[in-house]
């Protein structure tokens, strides 16, 4: 799992390690990102508006495969990090720190 930090020089992606801590400070803009098909097994622990929005997001699969997000699932993304106020970079700032996907 990496996670993109974002600091006076510039965005850079952070590779965690099995045990690892990354602190997010409040309202700081991140992204994490998965490069691998292994499984993996995070805790975050964050605050009880955060994890709601986790719940209204989050879709099942009914395999180990990486799920790719459908048109509908992005779409669905967006309008629930708008009604709770959450940022989300722009097509160009995605492609900036090499997240390739639009919607």
């Not at 993996?40 to 699969?61: A, C, N, P």
Request: charged letters at 20%; glycine letters at 6%; one cysteine or more.
């Amino acid at each position: 799992m990496d996670c993109l930090r974002q600091d006076n020089e510039g965005h850079r992606w952070i590779k965690a390690n099995s045990g690892d801590y990354i602190h997010v400070t409040s309202n700081a803009r991140h992204a994490w990102r998965k490069m691998s098909g292994s499984d993996e097994i995070v805790l975050i622990l964050t605050i009880k508006k955060m994890g709601q929005f986790f719940v209204e997001i989050g879709r099942s699969t009914d395999n180990n495969s990486l799920p790719t997000p459908t048109q509908h699932d992005l779409v669905h993304f967006v309008a629930v990090s708008k009604r709770y106020g959450y940022w989300n970079a722009s097509y160009e700032e995605n492609e900036m720190v090499g997240i390739h996907m639009s919607f």
